[in-house]
């Protein structure tokens, strides 16, 4: 075969011998975690799903939530209780750009309506745009809050009564960084872009209860009925 063309197929056929070899790798790891969050579900008591799961219904109305924004697919789900809060836990995976991302997601059910929010550590480009746009709820008491945090909501009223001065210290004393979105009775809570080791379960699982029954104590949430 003349060498012009014998280099081109060379090189197609070791690319192509590359894919398989990256997605055989992908669908293995992809067992090995699921094979081991089942483990780890135990563990903890949660009752692992085998079959196809929804993520937790929140409100059509506000469209500021990460499982709202992202078409993503949700795996590795599991489900149980912390106290008096029921838990979901489970793998998020989106499309971003021409790469995909995926943390492990804790969703917490409560009877107590939240308002719609989306909190996240604040980068340097969200302080650009809020000088521009002015959609940063900040707190003039809590400086260090507004600095390390971009918080949103289209109801700021409530969301300004839910984040009262103990609730806003309590989150800047924090060591990690996380994710929060919160509408109606489901509050979500994960770190951008990282899925939790299978033997970290329970740590995360203890962590994320901790910041949940904080938001759903807050003297400044609506009671049903109030």
Not at 41 to 64: C, Y
Not at 109 to 127: G, H, I, Q, T, Y
Not at 151 to 163: M, V
Not at 180 to 201: A, F, K, M, Q, W
């Amino acid at each position: 075969m003349d060498s012009n063309i014998l280099l081109p197929v060379l090189i197609f056929a070791g690319f192509l011998a590359l894919m398989v070899i990256i997605i055989w790798a992908s669908v293995r790891a992809a067992k090995k975690r699921t094979r081991e969050l089942t483990e780890a579900a135990q563990q903890i008591g949660f009752r692992f799903l085998e079959k196809p799961w929804s993520v937790p219904s929140l409100s059509s109305q506000h469209k500021i939530s990460l499982l709202q924004r992202t078409r993503g697919t949700c795996t590795n789900a599991m489900t149980g209780a912390s106290g008096p809060l029921q838990v979901s836990l489970f793998d998020y995976t989106y499309s971003q750009g021409k790469s995909s991302v995926t943390q492990t997601v804790a969703a917490f059910s409560e009877d107590l309506p939240l308002p719609p929010f989306a909190l996240r550590p604040e980068n340097v480009l969200d302080r650009i745009g809020d000088a521009i746009l002015h959609n940063d709820i900040d707190f003039d008491s809590h400086p260090d809050f507004s600095k390390r945090y971009l918080l949103r909501s289209p109801d700021e009223a409530n969301t300004r009564k839910l984040f009262t001065p103990g609730l806003l210290t309590y989150l800047e004393q924090l060591q990690t960084m996380w994710y929060i979105e919160g509408t109606g009775p489901t509050l979500i809570i994960y770190r951008g872009g990282r899925p939790v080791n299978p033997s970290d379960l329970p740590a995360f699982l203890d962590e994320t209860s901790r910041i949940a029954r904080t938001f759903f104590a807050s003297e400044g949430l609506r009671k049903p009925g109030a």
